[in-house]
């Protein structure tokens, strides 16, 4: 819920944008949740609410949710995430873009084992 602060009266004024900022609050909820259980609980009431929602962002948002559910929740079991795995892609697309002139695979992987992907996600 939007605090009344001097500076913040949006929500009287831009209702939609109000809406917004609940979903984010609630999304963010959903985060800091602690075990399955509460993060189950939290997911549902946010798909709820986007589900009375008539902003078309948020219909997209419930789309989203609803189709990525199993793999959000089951951050919940072992709170782990494939940001490990983005990192180390991330590095190797920014090597070929660097690299450019590698002909030869091999090449391109010494590149990236000596260091010149690995260098920032191994930190």
Request: aromatic residues 10%; glycine residues 6%.
């Amino acid at each position: 819920m939007i605090q009344e602060e001097p500076n913040l009266k949006i929500g009287k004024c831009k209702p939609e944008l109000d809406e917004l900022y609940r979903v984010k609050e609630k999304l963010h909820t959903l985060y800091r949740s602690r075990g399955f259980l509460r993060a189950y609980q939290s997911y549902r009431k946010i798909i709820t609410s986007l589900e009375s929602s008539s902003v078309p962002k948020l219909k997209t948002l419930l789309k989203t949710l609803k189709k990525w559910r199993d793999e959000i929740l089951n951050y919940f079991t072992l709170r782990v995430t494939n940001g490990v795995t983005e990192a180390i892609n991330g590095n190797a697309k920014a090597l070929q873009r660097r690299a450019r002139g590698y002909r030869q695979f091999k090449n391109y992987r010494l590149g990236f084992f000596t260091g010149e992907g690995v260098r920032q996600s191994v930190k």
